[in-house]
């Protein structure tokens, strides 16, 4: 049925992963144009034999669903009735992991050619035996004959031979001198220059003589991160020149397949909007490689924070996304917490990125028995060949294992396996393959171990794994993690979620109705955001805090102003206005925000967030403003409605009795063992106010959740609210 929708009404968020591509969707009811209708899409992020970009083919997909008309593959699409597209993306990621990114140049100040593999002298593994140090990402360096020092010094013995020449005119009579590197086949640089965060005129000079020779991608370190420290901001530039072509060509072939009001008309057309690495949604011209790292997890961190916080009550929650190879953990307490400094495969990266720590325990996880030992992860059987019971000859994995206990339940679960690609999971492979496991565990000590207590072992090692990071994230900053809520969602998160929560003392879990495509969910609920930073270098004291705040005023209406430009009015700016301070004499700076804007006490927050940091301060010390940053933020919705937990309060439930279940399985749990009539419940055939006891399976079209003995879960509006006994 073709239905009537509006011009720029429909909005697509995709977050293009690793294996899937997952879409969610919303347009006007045509029944009732005053409410707004949800579809979700999720296919394989490569299929090449079906179609060349995944999102572009989602898209295709969703409009052909909403406008009811017919749209073949691979035609190019009309975007007039769509209003915006927002992305998060892993290809910068992957690049990096996979160092499958871009040949660049590194340009620096003559002296420091050696200067980013020397690095900081950090030893992460001070112990091993074999150190490898990871390969710099840039494939040459041309050394600059330049130097910025004090007036009247230089530090160049052959400053006259090396110096550039001006005519009358100001035009550049002799330029800087270096290798021929466009002749080369070199389309992209990286410009470090000493002291160029405090004058980056020079290296505007060769980033403009770049551009007008040729070159497609110029990464000038200042005009990416004006912060001081050479080394960090030096790495910085080169992964930008690294990550950003290979982003470019990506985004050059997703534009391709839509009509050309697309890429060049965020006015009069359909807007394109990005996840950056920070959270915050930024346009097609401020989105780079170095601002995508974190595009694809960043999404699942603003759909469970957005979603599970509550002004009122504040409640902090944790994170818990549970893919295939790996967990993100985060923690959101009303504000995102913003690293500045990150280390991704080997390459420390300074750009503010949400603080999430990832640890190599997810489905894919290779179990395996060493030393005496069981060990989840850190390898993992991927998604070629997969787990065992995949059937294309996997090792064994927590899938398996899940598999085995009863948790997955092959009748619900795609049928995708196989060489025809048509056949369920292979129990009987996970089974053979845990049954020579079991006995040379047997062999190695004394006892005798059943079966699903070896299984169920490895499931207990996986779950200490995936708590390591939130203790991480807690315990180790001074949180008591037992206060939290725990906010689980990926492919795995249900399945896991109820025995993390117990190993933590944690008492509440919220597993969103869309938990399975948060990452895109979490797109739909960005904000727009805008920053600019100076660097400041000066004593914070009485006498200098009015320029501070002159300079900070001055950054943002600069913010507000751009933010305008971008469409957003005066009611839905919000700026935080942020110092990097630190102790004179000390090398860690904190990025200090005050609790609002008219509490201009920087001293006694920064006093607060280094105590609550490292558990002392320097009351001795002066501090030090190293930089002064405003971050514009431009918000996108009014309200998301009641929370959770207001509607729980208000909620009349009713017990489901287990004669309602879809089906009984047996599933093997802790402290209890095998519970042969376990019920099986379908989440799409459950109501609002429905409560379910522990134990039981609940299962919709993409996910698992395995509900313990002693646990309680309520059915929301937009959640399931799950809470477990004190014992």
Known sequence: MVHSIPDRSIRICADRGGTFCDLHASYPDPENPEERKEIVVKLLSQDPGNYSDAPTEGIRRVLETITGQKIPRNSVLKTDKIDYIRLSTTVA????????????????????????????????????????????????????????????????????????????????????????????????????????YTFPDHERLVGDLARSIGFTQVSESAQLLPMIKMV??????????????????????????????????????????????????????NFSGLKSILSGPAGGVVGYALTSW?????????????????????????RYEVVYETTTAGVTIQSPQ???????????????????????????A?????????????????????????????????????????????????????????????????????????????????????????RALTEARGHATSKHILATFGGAGGQHACEIASLLGIRTILIHRYS?????????????????????????????????????DKLTNDVKTELKRQGFEEKNIRVERMLNMRFEGTDTALMVLTESNENDDYE?????????????????????????????IGKTFDSLGESVYSEIDRLSTSQVDKSKADSTSSVYFDHVGRVDDTPVFLLDNLSVGDTLEGPAMIIDQTQTIVLVPGACAVLTSKHLYITLNSS
């Open 93 to 196: 990621t992957n690049a990096l992991l996979e160092r499958k990114g871009h040949k660049h140049a590194l340009l620096i100040t003559r002296g420091f050619k050696d200067l980013l593999l020397i690095g900081n002298q950090s030893r992460p593994k001070i112990f091993d035996l074999n150190i490898r140090r990871p390969s710099p990402l840039y494939s040459t360096v041309v050394e600059v004959d330049e130097r910025v020092t004090l007036v009247g010094y230089t530090s160049d013995p052959q400053a006259e031979e090396h110096a550039i020449l001006f005519d009358q005119d100001g035009n550049m009579k002799k330029a800087y001198t270096g290798k021929g590197l466009y002749d080369e086949g070199y389309r992209s640089c990286a410009i470090v220059l000493v002291h160029s």
């Open 232 to 285: 960090p901001r030096g790495v910085s530039s080169t992964a930008d020149a690294y990550l950003t072509p290979i982003l470019s060509d990506y985004l050059d072939g997703f534009f391709k397949g839509f009509d050309e009001k697309l890429k060049g008309g965020h006015v009069s057309g359909a807007r394109v909007e990005f996840m950056g690495s920070d959270g915050g949604l930024v346009d097609l011209d």
């Open 310 to 334: 509550d002004p009122n009550k504040k409640y902090p929650i944790i994170g818990l996304d549970v893919g295939g190879t790996s967990t993100d953990v985060s923690r959101f307490d009303g």
């Open 354 to 380: 949400l603080d999430i720590n990832t640890v190599a325990a997810g489905g894919g996880s290779c179990l395996t028995f060493r030393n005496g030992l069981f060990l989840a992860g850190p390898e993992s």
């Open 382 to 470: 991927a998604a070629e060949p997969g787990p065992a019971c995949y059937r294309k000859g996997g090792p064994l994995a927590v899938t398996d294992a899940n598999l085995l206990l009863g948790r997955l339940i092959p009748d619900y679960f795609p049928k995708i396996f196989g060489k025809s690609e048509k056949e369920p999971l292979d129990v009987e492979a996970s089974r053979a393959a845990f049954e020579k496991l079991v006995e040379e565990i047997n062999a190695s000590h004394d006892g005798e171990l059943s079966l699903d207590e070896v299984v169920y072992g490895f499931i207990k090692v996986a779950n200490e794994t995936m708590c390591r990071p939130i």
């Open 516 to 552: 399975s495509i948060l990452s895109a969910y979490g797109l739909a609920l960005a904000d727009r955001v805008y920053e600019l930073q100076e660097p400041c270098s000066t004593f914070y004291t009485a006498k200098n805090k009015a320029s501070l705040i002159e300079r900070l």
């Open 604 to 632: 006694a927050a920064f006093y607060q967030a280094y105590r609550s940091e490292f558990g002392f301060v320097l009351e001795t010390k002066s501090i030090i403003v190293d930089d002064i940053k405003v971050r514009g």
